[in-house]
Antibody
């Protein structure tokens, strides 16, 4: 069955870097687009980045975050640089499915918490 | 960027009630809308894609409607496990923005 396991979160000081990983199983990563979505404590969902036909970013992270993947390891990454307090959130990876008529996200990992604090 | 305005932000209802949650896009987006539900501390779960298509395994009491700019999620008869947060998301263009969410609580 499809499984996404996000890891790499933790407590980091402002201005520092962190790399999140998302290990995919039960499907071939290279055949799908992949998103990162985050949720600040007590807040709603915020789209962060997409690795699909191209790479796309939210304005709030553009130039600081990089989405990438290693298809040989079936793993998605999010490299986060110049972290700010407002980046504190649970980060979810999610699988994008494209059909001839629809685009949607059908599977989500359980998330990894990133806390940016001095 | 496309804004998704979701309403209401919170809703109090009883088991067995019929409820509607709406999302209005800031421009026409065809049927590129999904709906999710989320329990506290858990990942979101897909309910509806393509505005009106029920994801496999989701109970038939959930339905979606709309196209263009106005979309509705309907729960026909609330069950105890349905009390959660609900979100819409558009896939017409990046950023793939979410609505602000609706917290559905037991009356």
């Amino acid at each position: 069955q499809v499984q996404l396991v996000a890891s790499g979160g933790g407590v980091v000081q402002p201005g520092r870097s962190l790399r999140l990983s998302c290990a995919a199983s039960g499907f071939t990563l290279s055949s799908y687009g992949m998103h990162w979505v985050r949720q600040a404590p007590g807040k709603g969902l915020e789209w962060v980045a997409l690795d699909g036909h191209d790479r796309y970013y939210a304005d709030s992270v553009k130039g600081r975050f990089t989405i990438a993947r290693d298809n040989s390891k079936n793993t998605l990454y999010l490299q986060m640089n110049s972290l700010r307090a407002e980046d504190t959130a649970v980060y979810y990876c999610a699988r994008a499915t494209y059909t001839t008529s629809f685009i949607f996200v059908d599977y989500w990992g359980e998330g990894t918490l990133v806390t940016v604090s001095s | 960027d496309i804004q998704m305005t979701q309403s209401p932000s919170s809703l109090s209802a009883s088991v067995g009630d019929r409820v509607n949650i709406t999302c209005r896009a800031s421009q026409r987006i065809g049927n590129f809308v999904s709906w999710y539900y989320q329990k506290p501390g858990r990942a979101p779960k897909l309910l509806i894609y393509g505005a009106s298509n029920l994801q496999s395994g989701v109970p038939s009491r959930f339905s979606g409607s709309g196209s263009g700019a106005d979309f509705t999620l309907t729960i026909s008869s609330l069950q105890p496990e349905d009390f959660a947060a609900y979100y819409c998301q558009q896939f017409y263009s990046t950023p793939n923005t979410f609505g602000q969410g609706t917290k559905l609580e037991i009356k």
